[in-house]
């Protein structure tokens, strides 16, 4: 049952437990350094749908029929699905899994959604009101780029601040306690955070102050510090974004220069594949979480690792009518039981 | 603590309860049938702001401040808040609540959205997870005509089947147990259903579905039938919809109609404001839930009832790439201790 701990923590003493997960990306997130990790990359992007949105709708579809594959489980015994994504009105989630019959909780968190999603999920399986929750989200470069920005056929000119919206879906099947499977071990849900950032082409400048707001609630609230931690992974903030998050972080006297790393920063190389400031968008920590990271926990390298989930809460509309991007991150700890 | 009951009904025995609750609403909800239940009512939909977006962003600060004042709390005492709206990226509730500095949870369950909220806040209550959470949702005919149909000024005519956003908020705040006050027995969260309805302007129609899957599933799962409650509220159906409804269930021997109501025919008054097949949208069912339902409670009129909210989980994208309305919904069973 889950314990509050300090004022924005949630102690999870059941230690959920990622009993399964799955990776599914695209030809440019393969061709990245963490390429070899994902379940499944698709050459055409496309995946041979006739539109980006049922192609990104797809990839959800695919990720959580092999999460639940890989955890051994059938669609009847997982209880809730938390999913959610980047499209208007989270088509790619309701689309994707409208066919999967396990009762959905629509959730809108931006790029931090798949923290959100765990998190959700974590606490429902640590209360007892699931013995199994599924965790899913999605990003596709191409319905991100026609709905956020310009269509692809215009060729609009990236800024050197903008990110690079991955091609990629992550599910994660949460469950009771398993030996050898990473925990859930805390929670940190965030506050929206404002400081007035304006340019939708810098969204890791309009998420780094509610990263390094979690983040000190934290450590706040559990006494403890970020040489507690094998890895601090924050996504996505990208270049920009990494460097504002550690600025911000020395003015409270908190260095994380050691062992931080940004799923934006991971995704791609930054030299050979011209993303200009890094990866974003939710498939972006999904697909790195949901392969990468919880299998390099199994592998004994990360025993004790902060995942952050950090969401720009803006759309064209908002950002049209001048308004500035307010920003959100949510802190999930996990480890090796 | 949260436990089980059959397949997908979760009961919570802690008997989390609703301590405080508000709504705002419009001109034209304030001119129909519920008008005297409203907390707040602006004559001048644009709240003085100077988009429509900006003007429901409000309408969601105004409901939450106003439970929380009545429920007697501060917004440091609030845990979570649970919160969606219809606007792509829910900027309504990212805009209007990011200065409550209440960590905050993202939902997406279109016009199910005040269901989803008021159940996961009351499932973390009952959890222990949290002393008090905050749900809130909201709509607004303006910004929903422009995003989803036509620009107003377009002047385009209405199918009969259509229904008429309500401009509306509700915000109910979740506790532990507290006398005289509503309580959340029980919640049944819906899987997707998706019959094939492809018109858009015949929502109710996409969503009956659900609608009978999620009270067939409640019924099923805690052996009753709709006898035993003296109200069971749907949220938005509408008069197309409430028809489908009543007409799916019967053929599965289960009889709503002494007892059935639905916000979508209640908020309108159908002969004289010309809103065809009724009322619909997040705000809908959110300020008749959020005045009229808990204030008839309290004065003992209706004892236990089923609150069933209902959404179509499309956008325009998908309605123009050609794809079905799946629907969704999500029940909440409250009654008073």
New interface residues.
């Given amino acids: 049952?889950?314990?509050?701990q300090g004022t924005?923590t949630?102690f999870l003493p059941s230690e959920p437990s990622i009993v399964g997960y799955a990776a599914v990306a695209g030809k440019k997130e393969k061709e990245g350094p963490l390429g070899d990790y994902f379940d499944l990359c698709y050459q055409d992007t496309t995946l041979g749908e006739?539109?980006w949105?049922?192609a990104e709708a797809r990839m959800q579809t695919e990720a959580v029929n092999m999460a639940i594959k890989k955890a051994g489980l059938s669609n009847a015994s997982i209880?809730?699905i938390f999913a959610?994504d980047?499209?208007?009105?989270?088509?790619s989630?309701?689309?994707g899994?409208?066919g999967?019959?396990?009762?959905?909780?629509?959730?809108?968190?931006?790029c931090s959604t798949m923290a959100?999603t765990i998190a959700?999920s974590a606490?429902?399986v640590?209360?007892?009101?699931?013995a199994y929750c599924a965790a899913v989200t999605s990003s596709h470069f191409c319905s991100a780029e026609r709905?956020f920005r310009f269509p692809l056929e215009y060729g609009g000119q990236r800024t050197p601040t903008a990110q690079w919206t991955a091609t990629a879906s992550g599910s994660a099947i949460l469950g009771t306690h398993k030996r050898g499977a990473p925990v859930v071990s805390a929670v940190?849900?965030?506050?929206?955070t404002?400081l007035g950032i304006k340019d939708a082409a810098n969204m890791g400048a309009a998420m780094a102050p509610s990263a390094a707001q979690t983040l000190t609630d934290f450590f706040t609230d559990t006494k403890t510090a970020p040489e507690d931690y094998d890895l601090i992974l924050t996504g996505d903030l990208g270049s920009v974004g990494t460097a504002l998050l550690k600025e911000l972080l020395q003015k409270e006297h908190i260095d994380i220069s050691r062992n931080h790393n940004d799923c934006g920063n991971m995704i791609y190389d930054a030299k050979k594949q011209d993303v200009h400031a890094g990866g974003s968008g939710c498939g972006c920590s999904a697909s790195i979480v949901c392969s990468y990271l919880f299998q390099k926990m199994k592998e004994g390298i990360f025993h004790s690792v902060l995942f952050l989930g950090t969401g720009a809460?803006?759309?064209?509309?908002?950002s049209q009518?001048g308004?500035s991007i307010?920003g959100?991150a949510h802190l999930v700890h996990l480890r090796m039981a």
Same sequence: chains 1, 2.
Avoid: H, V, W
């Fill in positions: 049952m889950p314990r509050r924005y949630l006739d539109s949105e049922k209880q809730y959610g980047l499209l208007n009105q989270c088509i989630s309701s689309f899994l409208r999967l019959g396990i009762p959905f909780l629509g959730q809108y968190g931006a959100q959700l606490i429902l640590d209360a007892g009101a699931a709905q940190t849900i965030g506050k929206i404002d809460l803006m759309s064209p509309t908002s009518q308004e307010p959100i």
